[in-house]
């Protein structure tokens, strides 16, 4: 990949390049919250795209980045010594590698749950053979007196609805099959900063890593 490159705002810095290069670089308890979507490594069980009568082929999610195996054990040093120790890690994955962050993190967590975000608008199983995939897991991790806004106890269901990406908040340039909803994350931020976030108090440091970009919100 490319030299890291910076964006400097009054709140935030956004970081393009290799996230894992940039990993090294960020100094140690710095972090209040890593949020991340890094590569589920789905696409070696698809048997490609769907094909369907009169119509453009189903996108079943064949990009190249997602070939690249992501170890949850290589990520984990550098996110233990970058978070805070009342910091929060929330890293999207799937059914083949929860059970990989599972086995890595939660012996180094107090705390390992998963929570759920379920797609209002998934893609239509047109020959209605299985369930849609209408759900994607989150791994949570934190130690014990983390950061945390605990609303209410209907609020803090581990699961979240909300359509997937519709204009205009989806992005046709570049587009992203896996582009996630402002909605979804203002939620998780909410919650795992311990503080409502506005634009103009956003003391808070978090990473979202693996989205093309790295963010550093200071
Ligand atoms: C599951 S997708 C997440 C996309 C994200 N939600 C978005 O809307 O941009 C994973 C992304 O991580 C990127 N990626 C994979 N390895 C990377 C790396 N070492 N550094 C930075 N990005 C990486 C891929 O190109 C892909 O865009």
């Not at 890291?4 to 956004?14: A, E, F, G, P, S």
């Not at 009169?54 to 550098?78: K, Q």
């Not at 014990?144 to 990406?165: A, L």
């Given at each position: 990949?490319?030299?890291?490159?910076?964006?400097?705002?009054?709140?935030y810095?956004?970081?393009?390049?290799?996230?894992?290069?940039?990993?090294?670089?960020?100094?140690?308890?710095?972090?209040?919250?890593?949020?991340?979507?890094p590569?589920?490594?789905?696409?070696?069980?698809?048997?490609?795209?769907?094909?369907?009568?009169g119509?453009?082929?189903?996108?079943?999610?064949?990009?190249?980045?997602?070939?690249?195996?992501?170890?949850?054990?290589?990520?984990?040093?550098?996110?233990?010594r970058?978070?805070?120790?009342?910091?929060?890690?929330?890293?999207?994955?799937?059914?083949?590698?929860?059970?990989?962050?599972?086995?890595?993190?939660?012996s180094?967590?107090?705390?390992?749950?998963?929570?759920?975000?379920?797609?209002?608008?998934?893609?239509?199983?047109?020959?209605?053979?299985?369930?849609?995939?209408?759900?994607?897991?989150?791994?949570?991790?934190?130690?014990?007196?983390?950061?945390?806004?605990?609303?209410?106890?209907?609020?803090?269901?581990?699961?979240?609805?909300?359509?997937?990406?519709?204009k205009p908040?989806?992005?046709?340039?570049?587009?992203h099959?896996?582009?996630?909803?402002?909605?979804?994350?203002?939620?998780?931020?909410?919650?795992?900063?311990?503080?409502?976030?506005?634009?103009?108090?956003?003391?808070?440091?978090?990473?979202?890593?693996?989205?093309?970009?790295?963010?550093?919100?200071?």
């Amino acid at each position: 990949m490319h030299k890291l490159t910076k964006i400097k705002t009054r709140n935030y810095t956004v970081v393009n390049g290799d996230c894992l290069d940039y990993l090294g670089q960020i100094p140690d308890n710095s972090i209040d919250l890593i949020l991340t979507d890094p590569p589920y490594n789905i696409a070696q069980y698809s048997t490609g795209n769907i094909n369907l009568p009169g119509r453009s082929a189903l996108n079943n999610d064949l990009a190249e980045w997602d070939l690249i195996p992501i170890d949850p054990f290589d990520l984990l040093p550098d996110f233990k010594r970058i978070i805070k120790p009342d910091g929060n890690i929330f890293v999207f994955t799937s059914y083949n590698l929860i059970g990989k962050w599972h086995e890595a993190f939660d012996s180094e967590f107090d705390t390992f749950q998963f929570f759920i975000w379920h797609k209002t608008n998934p893609a239509p199983k047109i020959f209605k053979n299985g369930f849609l995939n209408s759900c994607e897991m989150i791994a949570c991790m934190w130690n014990k007196g983390h950061k945390w806004n605990f609303s209410d106890q209907r609020n803090m269901h581990n699961f979240f609805e909300s359509p997937i990406c519709m204009k205009p908040e989806r992005l046709s340039a570049p587009k992203h099959p896996s582009q996630k909803p402002v909605r979804l994350l203002e939620h998780i931020v909410s919650i795992a900063s311990g503080r409502i976030p506005k634009i103009d108090d956003c003391r808070m440091v978090a990473i979202v890593f693996f989205c093309n970009a790295c963010i550093v919100a200071v």
